[in-house]
């Protein structure tokens, strides 16, 4: 397909630009020539070539409307369409982010709702809604731990973070100046309780953990972990990227968790567009609310403000206030679903993933066979090992069906990994129909494992050469 | 109401193939005394109905302006239809980061093609996929900066926009680098002996940004040498994007990263997000650069095709030895810029130079009022500052008519009491402005 480069015309137009009804005056006499550019190489349409050529380039893309998307981790799941009505009005997307607090007292009242909400959810104490994603989240959660080391006069410099972590969590304990030590899981997929203990010292400030953990497993000796980590004076971060398996079941806040983040853009039923936007919020304990990002909404009577005084802040993280029109997309699902629909949520997508486990089974290795939470986690080490099919065969494969893949090759530490996230909002039928397709593919590796190796064969263009793109890389285009 | 479609006969048969008498059962690993055995304390369900009602009541205490002359930071334009016609489509907006590149061609040719408007756009050879938004796009190229040189001294221009300064400083103090801020003149623009004292063989980078945040257009190819003569590298930022159609591209001055809000390009206010970072660089930093790239190649039957490329730089990669951790970007908001932008095309400039005529006007105007002077003689675009004899009862009065009024620079700038910072854009028309001021005058 041609890039809008290749199809501009000069002399075409896919916009106008109002005219002047203002006293003209020329840009020369008010900004210095030699501040000012001559052209704007820009590509030259018509309205119409524009419509087309996004259009067609949305045909070449896949999203949940279109077809299951059991991406594990992300949790894919549908997002209803009133969210996107909502968040469209222009109540809403209007507002200048310096409006005077009395033109906004309906998006403060919005937020502070949702810090409530979110608080309740994950018995926390308070919540800010800064963080534009998860991994801004995690940096701003590990930013509060440094400083409250700092406000305690206490010089730790390791964080511990488990093997099978998200790559962003050690990423954000190394930016904020921690040296970042690996604990180890145990053959279960817990973790490594003898390990932790051996390396949380007086120099480290905590442990990250998700639960539940990347496997998809409740981490069972949590009550223990948050002895170990607390006993020696350290905090306990949860990355709640897996919150969709807990909510309205258990709180991250009654386990020992002292801070948490979620991504809206998952739990939360936002949508994820394409790699976002998405709203990394993140609670924490009472002990930590003075440094959480500034500014903060107070309530004052029926009046909502912002408030900038907290000394002990750890400052701002972004600018403004967030990825608030997210937030109005979470907002109207906790709203519609209420506290049975999100202890629902919670309870069909654990029945979910344990339904996919024991469908598939008996045709892929499980390295851990135990009732998992809102995903599991295979591996293909078997079909590798007889056919040389491997995860990324089985995942292109897939897409011929109809189907997103899998998330591969994550968790680190299964080789081999398919991590499979349904979500609550797919039907017995669409789980079925999976599962009769990896069971179909699992077939395949046995007696057509080139067939697998070819896919895909129906898309636009086959597999790409991906050595080629990182050792000669063409990020921008030149005539 | 919730969005599960199991009938109760399809959750008895799915708990029978699991092997489970109850739902309690799947939840056995978590220990008992976890277990929340309560409803979450929260407002009921409610039909989409009633939900939509309650949000559009939400919606409705909030006062949309009539127009807006604050920018500082996010721009009132207008979105061409196309932009939101074409991120409304459910294949963009409910997909996930394109890892799976077979069937994301759409979105990696999409931003494929944003990367190359924006290296076009700010005279530069590499463009990432987007950050979260302008100011941590300074903070993290600054830090990448210290990272990549080895320097803990960050420099930057008093006249940046103050929540910019303040990421900076958050994002600086968590790595463990010190910030310098250097002054401005009686122009407005950035004071050049100041800056220089100010440049050591320890500072890792120099933050500037154009317009400023008095609207002051600076002049970055004159302190190029300064800081490239220390070995620090030249971090150009900018607060407006379509000033970009009309000014001389950063890159062109001698920048290392061009960094800004992209928000003006076809996304809306929404009280402050989701916008997007830009962040461009030259090609040197093509390996270094954080967030998403999508790059060409070829499938194995030699058509073009786009995947992600250069992931090693990735936190999910280098984990530990990761200079960001941004994973998660703000892709549908760089949709919609490119949307925008190619809706744009040539016009770009002259949607430019029409700002620049309105906010002359509104400069003209208003400084005509008893008692009213601009404060910074130096170039604007599309906001300038003036000094007023009370600038909150300005506001007050404005706002009293539905008017978003000026920002008030005293509040991060105690050396500017009485000092408002203004905005024009395209959306103002003449009257407004003529009303503008009888109201203040009134």
């Known amino acids: 397909m041609k890039l809008i480069f290749e199809k501009s015309c000069p002399g075409r137009s896919a916009s106008g630009i109002p005219a002047c009804d203002v006293p003209d005056c020329k840009v020369e006499e008010v900004i210095d020539q030699k501040l000012l550019r001559e052209n704007v190489d820009l590509p030259e349409v018509a309205e119409v070539d524009l419509v087309r050529h996004y259009m067609q380039l949305s045909r070449r893309n896949f999203g949940v409307d279109i077809g299951f998307y059991p991406l594990g981790s992300c949790t894919m799941k549908y997002s209803p369409k009133v969210h996107e009505e909502t968040a469209s009005l222009s109540g809403f997307t209007a507002l200048h982010p310096y409006a005077p607090a009395d033109f906004v007292q309906g998006a403060l009242k919005l937020m502070y709702e949702m810090r409530q909400y979110l608080s309740e959810i994950c018995g926390m104490a308070d919540f800010t809604l800064q963080p534009a994603a998860g991994a801004h989240g995690e940096l701003t959660g590990i930013m509060i731990f440094k400083k409250y080391f700092e406000k305690k006069g206490e010089k730790r410099t390791k964080i511990l973070i488990p093997d099978a972590a998200h790559g962003t969590n050690p990423a954000s304990g190394a930016l904020c100046g921690f040296q970042v030590v690996e604990v180890l899981s145990n053959t279960e997929g817990d973790i490594d309780i003898g390990h932790l203990k051996e390396l949380m010292s007086e120099e480290t400030a905590g442990l990250m953990l998700t639960n539940p953990n990347t496997l998809g497993l409740f981490e069972r000796d949590i009550e223990e972990i948050a002895a170990i980590v607390h006993d020696r004076g350290g905090l306990l971060y949860c990355d709640g990227a897996n919150m969709n398996a807990l909510m309205g079941v258990a709180r991250p806040g009654d386990m020992g968790f002292d801070v948490i983040h979620l991504n809206l853009h998952k739990t939360f039923s936002a949508p994820h567009g394409c790699g976002g936007p998405g709203s990394g919020p993140l609670g924490v304990k009472a002990h930590l609310v003075d440094f959480l990002p500034i500014p903060r909404i107070v309530k004052d009577g029926d009046r909502y403000e912002w408030s900038q005084d907290y000394p002990d802040t750890i400052g701002r993280i972004k600018s403004f206030y967030g990825n608030f029109n997210v937030m109005v997309k979470a907002y109207t699902y906790i709203r519609s679903v209420g506290p049975e629909g999100l202890k629902r949520t919670a309870e069909m997508a654990v029945l979910n993933a344990n339904y996919i486990k024991e469908r598939l089974k008996p045709y892929f290795r499980l390295p851990y066979d135990r009732a998992c939470m809102h995903e599991c986690v295979f591996s293909v080490e078997r079909q590798a090992k007889e056919s040389g099919v491997h995860a990324s065969d089985i995942a292109k494969r897939l897409i011929d069906y109809g189907i997103h893949p899998p998330t591969i090759y994550f968790p680190l530490i299964v080789p081999e990994a398919m991590m499979i996230e349904p979500t609550e909002t797919e039907s017995r039928d669409t789980l079925d129909a999976f599962c009769d397709t990896m069971i179909v593919i699992a077939g395949e590796a046995k007696e057509y494992p080139e067939r697998i190796k070819a896919a895909p064969l129906t898309t636009p263009v086959k597999r790409l050469d991906e050595v080629l793109a990182a050792r000669k890389p063409d990020v921008c285009w030149h005539k | ?442």
């Open chain 2, 1 to 442: 109401m919730d969005y599960v479609p199991h009938t109760e006969e399809d959750q008895k048969q799915m708990m029978k193939t699991i092997g489970i008498g109850s739902i309690e059962e799947l939840f056995i690993d978590i220990p008992g005394k976890y277990w929340l055995r309560r409803l979450l304390d929260l407002p009921p369900a409610l039909s989409e109905q009633e939900t939509f009602q309650i949000m559009n009541n939400i919606g409705s205490q909030n006062i949309i302006a009539d127009f807006c002359l604050m920018g500082a930071g996010a721009y009132y334009h207008y979105v061409p239809a196309v932009v939101r016609h074409v991120i409304s489509r459910c294949e963009f907006y409910t997909a996930y980061t394109p890892y799976q590149a077979e069937i994301s061609q759409g979105i990696l040719q999409a931003i494929y093609e944003y990367q190359t408007m924006i290296a076009r756009l700010t005279g530069m050879q590499v463009a990432n996929a987007s950050m979260y938004d302008g100011a941590s796009a300074m903070a993290e190229a600054a830090v990448l900066a210290a990272k990549t040189l080895n320097r803990t001294r960050i420099v930057v221009i008093r006249s940046i926009h103050p929540e910019y300064r303040e990421v900076v400083r958050t994002y600086a103090w968590a790595n463990g680098y010190e910030v310098i801020e250097t002054g401005y003149n009686a122009t407005g623009q950035l004071d050049k002996e100041d800056l220089k004292s100010a440049v050591d063989d320890n500072t890792a980078a120099v933050l500037v940004q154009s317009p400023n945040f008095f609207g002051v257009i600076e002049d970055i190819a004159a302190i190029e040498q300064v800081v490239h003569g220390s070995g620090a590298l030249l971090v150009a930022g900018f607060t407006e994007a379509t000033s970009l159609g009309i000014l001389k591209p950063a890159g062109e001055m001698g920048a290392d990263f061009v960094v800004g809000e992209g928000q003006a390009f076809g996304n809306p206010l929404n009280f402050g997000g989701p916008y997007l970072g830009i962040l461009a660089s030259m090609d040197k930093f093509l390996r270094k650069i954080p967030g998403r790239l999508a790059g060409a190649t070829v499938d194995k039957d030699g058509r073009r095709g786009f995947v992600l490329t250069l992931q090693t730089r990735e936190q999910h990669i280098r984990r530990e030895k990761a200079t960001s951790n941004i994973c998660s970007n703000e892709a549908l908001c760089a949709l919609a810029a490119a949307v925008y932008l190619v809706s744009m095309g040539k016009n770009l400039k002259k949607l430019a130079i029409l700002n620049i005529q309105k906010a002359q006007y509104l400069k003209k105007k208003l400084s005509a009022i008893p008692g009213w002077e601009t404060v910074f003689p130096g170039p604007t675009y599309n906001e300038f500052t003036i000094c007023c004899p009370d600038p909150h009862l300005v506001n007050k009065k404005l706002q009293d008519k539905g008017i978003v009024g000026g920002y008030d620079l005293s509040e991060s700038y105690p050396e500017l009491e009485g000092c408002l910072l203004f905005c024009a854009t395209e959306m103002i028309k003449s009257e407004d402005i003529d009303d503008v001021v009888s109201i203040i005058a009134g």
